[in-house]
């Protein structure tokens, strides 16, 4: 399985990024997928996560700014980040959720203040 994450960039405080994760294989559209984040000296968390029928949860610190979405005839995953923060500075990952797979490199957000 090949998750690749992309999209992140340097935005200041208040501006928007959209992610996206390209997935390989035929299985995606069967399986729950989520978006996790980690900034430096910090733990892996889940960002958000959504069914494979499209039903979403967040994290309390993005509710009512970032919004994940799916597109399943392409086989991809999407992360609409607005109102960013400096807070939301760091690495963020694409991967199964629950029980992920071999994590991928991710992309860098940044978010100067």
């Known amino acids: 399985v090949q998750l690749q994450a992309s999209g992140g960039g340097l935005v200041q405080a208040g501006g928007s990024l959209k992610l996206s994760c390209a997935t390989s294989?035929?299985?995606?559209?069967?399986?729950?997928m989520g978006w996790y984040r980690q900034a430096p000296g910090k733990q892996r968390d889940l960002v958000a996560r959504?069914?494979?029928?499209?039903?979403?949860i967040y994290a309390e610190s993005v509710k009512g700014r970032f919004t994940i979405s799916r597109d399943n005839a392409k086989n991809t995953m999407y992360l609409q980040m607005n109102s960013l923060k400096p807070e939301d500075t760091a690495v963020y990952y694409c991967?199964?959720?629950?029980?992920?797979?071999?994590w991928g490199q991710g992309t860098q957000v940044t978010v100067s203040s």
């Open positions: 294989g035929t299985f995606f559209s069967f399986i729950f």
């Open positions: 959504i069914s494979s029928g499209g039903s979403t």
């Open positions: 991967n199964r959720y629950p029980n992920p797979y071999e």
